[in-house]
């Protein structure tokens, strides 16, 4: 079992920026790619983006592309989700998740391992 736990979130406004953390205490931490998702009110849980176990490989939703940057430090066993130029449809809250495959997954069912999330509110 992997413990992970997300922090850095907060409220902001448009056109602002936030780094979200999300740290997972397990000597494991660089077997598995680890990826970021958000659920806004009354939706889905959908991808956000994706860094594969050795950090060189990521990947992301066209709707941040651009805009949020993902990066590891698996000395630190820490994911971070940087997100700049936000918007008020960033408004979600913000899960890290563990994947143990090798193939670089998107979807919710693909991922073994998940944090309690933290809320991210941008205003308008």
């Known amino acids: 079992q992997v413990q992970l736990a997300e922090s850095g979130g907060g409220s902001v406004q448009a056109g602002g920026s936030l780094r979200l953390s999300c740290l997972a205490p397990?000597?494991?931490?660089?077997?598995?790619?680890m990826g970021w998702f958000r659920q806004a009110p009354g939706k889905e849980r959908e991808f956000v983006a994706v860094?594969?176990?050795?950090?060189?490989?990521?990947l992301f939703a066209d709707s941040v592309k651009g805009r949020f940057t993902i990066s590891r430090d698996n000395a630190k066993n820490t994911v971070y989700l940087q997100m700049n130029s936000l918007k008020p449809e960033d408004t979600a809250v913000y899960y890290c998740?563990?994947?143990?495959?090798?193939?670089?997954?998107?979807?919710?069912?693909?991922?073994?391992?998940w944090g309690q999330g933290t809320q991210v509110t941008v205003d308008s």
């Open positions: 998740a563990a994947d143990s495959s090798a193939v670089v997954h998107t979807t919710t069912e693909a991922y073994d391992y």
């Open positions: 860094i594969t176990m050795s950090g060189v490989y990521t």
């Open positions: 397990d000597r494991t931490f660089n077997r598995y790619s």
